[in-house]
């Protein structure tokens, strides 16, 4: 599978930004897909996931109620739609595939990752 990340940018804390990840060579329905972050100097944390069909999301506790993941698999694409975004949401995002379909929260169960796409909220 290759993905590849998008929508990062520079933002204001309080305002939102949607994060787009787009998939290609494998069946998409056959992955849950996640979606991690990286700040300097720290590890990359995990931030969402979603199943196959959409129906089971888990996301870490410092995003809940600010961040939505879902996913088209017409379009074979996942989207992050961050709001409220505050000044320690700053970093490289990065989504991810897992095999078997479920939503993952350990890096380890993800065998495909993007590239990375850089969110930078001033305060």
């Known amino acids: 599978v290759q993905l590849q990340a998008s929508g990062g940018g520079l933002v204001q804390a309080g305002g939102s930004l949607r994060l787009s990840c787009a998939a290609s060579?494998?069946?998409?329905?056959?992955?849950?897909m996640g979606w991690f972050r990286q700040a300097p100097g720290k590890e990359r944390e995990f931030v969402a996931s979603i199943s196959w069909n959409g129906r089971n999301t888990v996301y870490t506790d410092s995003v809940k109620g600010r961040f939505t993941i879902t996913r088209d698999n017409a379009k074979n694409t996942v989207d992050l739609q961050m709001n409220s975004l505050k000044p320690e949401d700053t970093a490289v995002y990065y989504c991810a595939a897992a095999p078997g379909g479920w939503a993952p929260t350990a890096r380890s169960q993800y065998a495909y990752w993007g590239q990375g796409t850089q969110v930078t909220v001033s305060s």
């Open positions: 060579g494998r069946t998409f329905s056959d992955y849950g």
